[in-house]
């Protein structure tokens, strides 16, 4: 496993009680080997006025999961994450359900990460993909 930290699905979405992510609605379901994967609800929160999913959902949620798997990655307590660059093409229109985002980590390095993530729909198509640059900073 990649997760230096013993990850628990409660202990994250606790965490993220009274933050933009709670906000949205997203709550994380699911810790792989190498991966952790959240949804979001397509609602008026995170809907544009053409009644679409939000670009900046997408990337609220890429974020969290990025940004959440590598502090859950960092080799020691001694180190946190901020993040460095966010971008995200949006593939595919979202109107209703869930999105669901899996972040996968490309590059673990001692001073930066790299994370992608890949949302979906609920038939499982790609709706967006994006890639996070994290930076790995002394506490």
């Not at 985002?101 to 992608?116: C, D, M, N, S, Y």
Request: glycine residues 10%; contains cysteine.
């Amino acid at each position: 496993m990649i997760f230096k930290k013993s990850p628990d699905l409660d202990f994250l979405n606790r965490m993220a009680e009274d933050t933009m992510s709670s906000y949205l609605g997203i709550n994380f379901t699911g810790i792989g080997e190498d991966y952790l994967e959240a949804e979001m609800p397509v609602t008026s929160k995170t809907r544009q006025p053409m009644g679409l999913l939000h670009g900046g959902a997408n990337v609220v949620l890429a974020e969290t999961l990025g940004s959440v798997a590598g502090n859950l990655a960092l080799e020691d307590d001694d180190h946190y994450i901020v993040g460095l660059e966010i971008n995200a093409n949006h593939i595919r229109s979202v109107k209703s359900g869930k999105v669901k985002g899996i972040a996968k980590p490309v590059h673990l390095g001692r001073k930066t990460q790299i994370w992608e993530i890949k949302i979906h729909d609920e038939t499982g198509k790609l709706t967006c993909i994006s890639r996070i640059t994290l930076a790995v900073l002394e506490k």
